[in-house]
């Protein structure tokens, strides 16, 4: 939640529908829980998409190489990257602006890790953003359904 916006800090001179493609830039987020009454998971956040799994689970990793470093990006607003924006432009490209984001997951340089972090949570680092969500959203499906399969063979 971007809670500048939330919180009307920034004057409204138009809009347009978000679409998935607008989200492919979207901040991606994985470490360790943040949440200090659920500290046994790590999770991956990006954009809509939220997967968990156990700290056990994710230790199998630790000789991963991506799992010592830190991917979590943590954002409650935003501001405009100024300082490389002429450059980008000129460009026709972001490439100018990642040396600043060493540490994200959008950072081309980090394509390797990006693709194992997101098989690890069974998404497709080669994807864009919708169809990681089709992933996701498949993947949740899958799982109601199997709970379900469990309650009626239960009952």
């Known amino acids: ?11 409204i001179i138009g809009n347009r529908k978000v679409t998935y493609q607008d989200l492919n830039d979207a901040p991606i987020s994985t470490s360790e829980s943040i949440n200090y009454l659920d500290r046994d998971i790590a999770y ?14 994710y230790a199998f990793y630790k000789d991963e190489q991506w799992y010592h470093k830190n991917y979590r990006a943590e954002l409650i607003g935003f501001s405009l990257e100024i300082d490389k924006l002429e450059e980008c432009i000129k460009a026709k490209s972001n490439a100018p602006f990642y040396p600043a984001t060493g540490g994200s997951l959008n950072n081309p340089a980090n394509k390797k890790d990006k ?7 069974g ?16 993947a949740s499906q899958f799982k109601v359904l199997c709970s379900e399969s469990d309650v009626s063979e239960q009952g």
Do not use: P, T, W
């Not at 680092?125 to 498949?138: A, I």
């Open 44 to 57: 991956l956040q990006y954009g809509l998409i939220y997967k968990e799994m156990s700290l056990k689970e």
């Open 123 to 138: 998404l497709d680092g080669d994807l864009d953003y919708e169809g990681n969500l089709k992933l996701h959203e498949e």
């Open 115 to 121: 693709n194992a972090i997101f098989k690890v949570f």
């Open 1 to 11: 939640m971007d809670n500048n916006i939330y919180y009307g800090e920034y004057k």
